[in-house]
Each structure stands twice: as C-alpha cells, then as structure tokens.
C-alpha cells in the first residue's frame, strides 16, 4: 500500500509496528509529508479509531525518540533516513483518550448584559480525568503494652540476690519511662506496682526455698494508666540504683568520669533529669563496689599485716594505734619511701615504698639478674658520669698539702681542699651523690690512679645492684585464704571531724584599696579589740549548762576539718613486735 503523497517528490519506505498488537506493516510515503497527513495514514493503515490517540516513536542509537511535529518528520527523512542504509521502523502506541465529562444540567437563569462571568465558572473540565476514591481511614487501637520479653521481666527469671531482682526491675523503669513503688518488702517478697492509682501493672518476686536466689513469680505487664504525662524526674532513680548502672564505666581505671559527665549521659541514654548532687552519690556509691568500702579496709588491716609478715619473714613491720584503738600509722619496711595526700573519706599520708638504684632507675618489686659481671664494675649511667667529669677536670690544677692525704685543685673559677683518704672535698659533690667529683679526679690522676671509678661508693658498683634485687616480695593471695590468729588487733578507723556546711572562710582575703580592716568590739562592755579573757572563761563554762531547760547547741570549729595526724616514727617501731 502506498500512502497518499506527491509523485514529484521521492519516496521513503520503512515499517510501521504497533506495540500493542505487534503487528507489523510496510509503507511508503513522500518526503515532504507533512505530521498531520502522516497521522490520518497512520490510523487508516492500522485501523485505528477516533477513540485512541497515536504516539509515533522511532530508534536511534538506542533511544526513543518521538514524532509530535513536522520539525520531528524532516529531521527523521533528512537526518536519519538518509544516512541510514538500513530499513528503518516507525513504532505506533495507542492511548485510550479518557472519558469526557459532562456537567449536570441546571435550569437557566438570567445573566444581566453587564455581568462578566469568572473564569472559573467558564471552565467546564471536559477533559479532566475521573477523580480517584478516596482512602479508606484505619484506626489503630490504642496501644498497650502486653509484651512481656519486652522488658526482660517474665515469670521464672532469677536473680543471685534481692538486690540484684531491685536493681534489674528500676534499670527497667527508666528505660521504658515508667514509676512503681514497693508494696511489699521484707526479707523473703518483694513486689512492687506502678504509682498511678488504678493502674493494674504489678511485679511479684520471691525468694527461692532453701536457697539465697530470688525469683519472678508474677508479672502483669499491661499498664492501664495514662503514658502521656512527662516524668523527666524519676522517683525510681536513686542513688544506689545510679551506682550499679556506673559500675561497668568506672572500671577503667584511665577514665576521668565526672559527675557532669553522669548528668550528661542520664539525660541521653536514659532520657532522666537527674541533680549534681545525686549524680556524685552514685558515682561513690559505684566506687564502694569496685574497691569496698573504706571502713571496713581498717578492720581488715590487722589480717593483711599479719599475712604479709607470716609470707615475708624478717621484714620490719609496724601498726600503730592510739588509746581508742583507732588507727594512726602503717609501716612497712621496704627500701625508701613517697608521700602521696589521700583523698576521699579518710584524709591522711600514704608513705610508699619506692627505691632508686645505682643505674638511677626505680627498683621493681621482684625480679632476677643472671648476667655475670667484673667485681668492682660501675654501672652503665654511673660510670658515664665518672668519664664526663675526668674529661672536664684534666686541665685543673692541683697542688699538695699534706702528701698522700691533703690536696689543694684550682678548677679554674674557685678553689677547693680534697682529702682523698677520708673521701671527701669541699665542693660537697663527693659526698652528697656518691660520686668521685672533678676534684678528687684530678687528685686521682696525679696519684697514678689508672681508674677513677674505685673513688665510687659501693651502692653504684653492679655486684651491689645486683644484691638489691635479691629479696622478693611474695604476695598474700586472696583474703580468703588469710590465716587469722587470736590476738589479732582491733583497728577502726580514724575519727574525722565534720567540714562545716558552705564556703570556708578566707581569712587571708586581700583587701580592696582603700578598705579598712573591721575592727572588733564587745557586744557586752562595747569595749573594741575582742572578748576580753575573763568573759571567754564565763561563756565557755556556761556553754555546757542549760538555758531555760534547754541545751545549748555547740559551734562547729570552722577552721579545719582533718585532725593532725602523728606521721612520725621511732625507730624502735620498725622491728618487729
């Protein structure tokens, strides 16, 4: 079939397929056939009717290319056909046009000559699609909570104590963002319910029979109450219960966790507002648990002294205490010592044992040497001292006194008298580190000494240094397995006075300028400078007596709240008892 086009013109032959049906015709047509002619031929080629409309589409380079104009048909017949050898396909698609919709019917009314009619209302919609239906709403019930793994709280799940079923239960509250209070608590039930009256949320936990165990006997996990009230301040949150979830980050011993940091990481894990104050509370309370409780550290005190002596004999020991049996004093003989200020309840001194050898290193608590060595040697870093001062010393000057005993050396600043058989020089470097100085060196050289290193003292020769780590300090094992013995002392702990509540005064505050200092008079006699001693006498003896039948409240001292402790000892106390 040929479609209707101009003899005068070439012709051009390609396909026309019909993706719905697929089909496939051949066609023929003229080169300057227009967009609208080719449509008509289009649709009487494939008999397509009114009711459809017709998308042209053809391929090149692997794309879709439409036919909406006759700028689409030129460019196909000069642009693609042309520099095609191929025959090429033109692809046809039907749309279903939608269905026109028709306004109702109104009766006509009369419009006056004067009246312009919206736009609007001019606008009839003909071609506007069929709306769709619109959704049908689902409501959701109200949502309640009946899960009971949702919690981890189910019948049967045990714990090792009661402490733990209370510390699980209250770490459960402020995770799902409700509040209970007990109704039940001794030594053999537990049970709690939610704070809301009403409400029908209830826990029941028992111990085991014949057992320390505790157990979930009961669980209504369905609260009836309203959820929607906000509680960012948890009645459930104490202190204690704060402590046993900070437990696991106070392990590392690196980490400096605040209480700011505590307040920070309640209000994100846990959604729960909680004070500084209480946040500290807890972090103690954590501490307790992890290093036990610092009362209890001095009546195990005794036992630990007794055990360490029983596995280290001929050690120097000694445990001090005062009248009342409170502790003062702890020494352990070792090699020398450091102090360190205590923190926390009970302030004092810790002396501990540390110890410098010859090689200016610190003495670990045990270990061996078997490397065999000359007798007499140096050690490394104490002959590199030796050798620096012979270097600067072989220019001095040196002089004799009394021959083979007294010498006079001009180290080229001062002079200085050595007396090398009592080992000792003015310059006071000799005696003080051990060390021969740059004097006694340069007497040495004019001596015919080949090595200075014999001046040294013997603590810096590495057969000394090697007899330092000889004794080894066996440990006590786990408390345990201490032995106890009868005559065991009883220590308690030393008694701390209470710091006065708010800021300590400052009495060494600096003075604005101009200020003048506040001169201090009698409330009595008006007389300035203070109470005069007598009065102090009359108020200090009637302090204890009661006015008008009632006692008199004591001042709390102000200055200080640490007693003095005797840190000094005797050397009698270091042996054993």
Not at 231 to 248: C, E, M, Q, Y
Not at 376 to 387: I, P, R, T, Y
Not at 452 to 481: C, H, M, V
């Amino acid at each position: 079939m040929t479609l209707k086009a101009s003899t005068s013109y070439p012709k051009i032959s390609l396909l026309l397929v019909l993706l719905e049906e697929e089909l496939t015709y051949g066609v023929t047509f003229s080169q300057n056939t227009r967009y609208k002619h080719l449509l008509a031929n289009v649709r009487r080629k494939l008999n397509i009717g009114s009711e459809f409309d017709v998308r042209l589409s053809y391929s090149i380079r692997k794309k879709s290319v439409r036919i909406v104009d006759d700028d689409d048909v030129d460019f196909f017949v000069h642009e693609v056909y042309k520099h095609k050898s191929d025959l090429q396909s033109f692809f046809v698609t039907k749309i279903l046009k939608p269905p026109k919709v028709t306004p109702p019917l109104t009766k006509p009314h009369h419009i006056p000559t004067d009246y312009s009619e919206p736009k609007w209302k001019r606008n009839t919609f003909t071609y506007m699609p069929t709306p769709p239906e619109p959704p049908k709403l689902k409501f959701k019930p109200p949502r309640t909570i009946t899960d009971n793994n949702s919690y981890g709280l189910f019948p049967g799940r045990k714990f090792n104590s009661k402490e733990e079923c209370m510390y699980e239960i209250g770490e459960q509250s402020l995770i799902h963002g409700f509040e209970y209070k007990p109704r039940k608590s001794d030594k053999y039930r537990y049970d709690v319910k939610c704070v809301h009256r009403g409400c029908h949320w209830v826990i029941i936990t028992a111990q085991v029979d014949g057992s320390s165990d505790w157990e979930i006997r009961t669980v209504r996990d369905n609260h009836t109450c309203s959820r929607t009230k906000l509680i960012p301040n948890r009645r459930n949150a104490t202190s204690k219960l704060l402590g046993h979830l900070l437990v696991p980050k106070l392990r590392d011993n690196n980490r400096m966790y605040k209480a700011k940091d505590i307040v920070h990481d309640m209000k994100v894990d846990y959604n729960c507002d909680i004070t500084y104050k209480k946040a500290w509370r807890g972090r103690n309370i954590a501490f307790e648990t992890l290093n036990g409780c610092p009362k209890n550290s001095f009546a195990q005190l005794p036992f630990f002294c007794h055990n360490l002596h029983l596995t280290n004999e001929g050690w120097a020991k000694n445990l001090l205490t005062d009248d009342e049996d409170r502790f003062e004093m702890f020494f352990y003989g070792h090699w020398s010592f450091d102090a360190a200020h205590l923190k926390g309840t009970y302030l004092g001194t810790n002396l501990l044992a540390v110890g410098m050898d010859g090689n200016n290193q610190i003495i670990p608590l045990a270990t061996r040497v078997s490397q065999d060595t000359v007798e007499g040697e140096l050690s490394d870093w104490a002959a590199a001292k030796v050798q620096d001062r012979m270097l600067k010393s072989a220019s001095w000057v040196v002089n004799g006194i009394e021959h083979g005993e007294v010498y006079q050396v001009y180290d080229r600043v001062r002079t200085h008298i050595v007396r090398i058989t009592e080992g000792n020089c003015t310059c006071r470097i000799w005696q003080l580190s051990g060390l021969p100085c740059g004097h006694a060196i340069a007497v040495g050289r004019v001596l015919g000494l080949s090595d200075s290193s014999q001046l040294a003292r013997n603590w810096f020769k590495k057969t000394t240094i090697k007899a330092t780590y000889e004794p080894l300090i066996f440990p006590t094992g786990d408390d345990t397995t201490w032995e106890t013995s009868n005559n065991i002392q009883i220590v308690e702990p030393p008694l701390m006075d209470k710091r006065p509540a708010g800021r300590p005064k400052n009495k060494d505050r600096i003075r604005s300028r101009g200020e003048e200092p506040r001169q201090i008079s009698c409330g009595r006699c008006g007389k300035r400078g203070g109470k005069s001693p007598s009065k102090r006498t009359q108020r200090s003896s009637g302090s204890s007596q009661t006015q008008n039948g009632r006692p008199q409240n004591k001042r709390v001292n102000s200055q200080g709240s640490q007693q003095s402790m005797p840190f000094g000892y005797n050397p009698v106390n270091l042996a054993d008892p």
